[in-house]
């Protein structure tokens, strides 16, 4: 559940200073699916790294399942992040690693000495079991970004933020992507926002929001 009540954020930039952000509200239920749009430079990124806890809001509350960011210290902050699942535009694979040890790198970091259960089954559903020892050069930009997903899902992630997951991909891939990235989150109930350009790919979500001029229309 994500809950934002007059979310406020400003930019410095020397002697003028700008809202991105101003006085957003929102309520997402548990397990339901957000997808955020908006021209570039609306503060898309800005709002989703606010609720990944990376960025710091100038004013207002956030809370996650029931966890108010705010109050949190750097520790605490941390500890929050290993709850949630993060999926990039750009991957952010490990170009040294193979497939297998992406996937694992950060639950292993999280989990240290517990074995990944869910490791086998996801790998199958995400159809990523032949490229297992496959580095990131040798994949397509699906199957980089189905890697992104495994890395997310494994680490039972409370909710997902995904920051443009498809800017990279075509039309067919990026559907390919979202229809399998919202039905794995719907089989485990987690939380997902998603930062998109794209209106054709809202259909796969439970809400849509477009951030204009630092409101939501």
Known sequence: MIEVKDLC?????GDNKQNILNKLNLFVPAAQH????GDSGSGKTTFLHILAGLLQADSGS???????????NERELALYRRKIGLIFQHYQLLDCLTVKQNILFQYKLNFPGQAASEFAPLVEELGLQNKLNALPHQLSGGEQQRVGIARALL???QIIFADEPTGNLDQKRSHQVVKLLTELCSERQINLVMVTHSHQLTDYFDQVKVLRDGHFE
């Open 62 to 72: 956030v809370s996650v399942n029931n966890q108010e960011l705010s109050s949190l």
């Open 9 to 13: 954020f400003i930019r410095n930039d």
């Open 34 to 37: 957000l997808a955020l749009l």
């Open 155 to 157: 680490n039972k992630p």
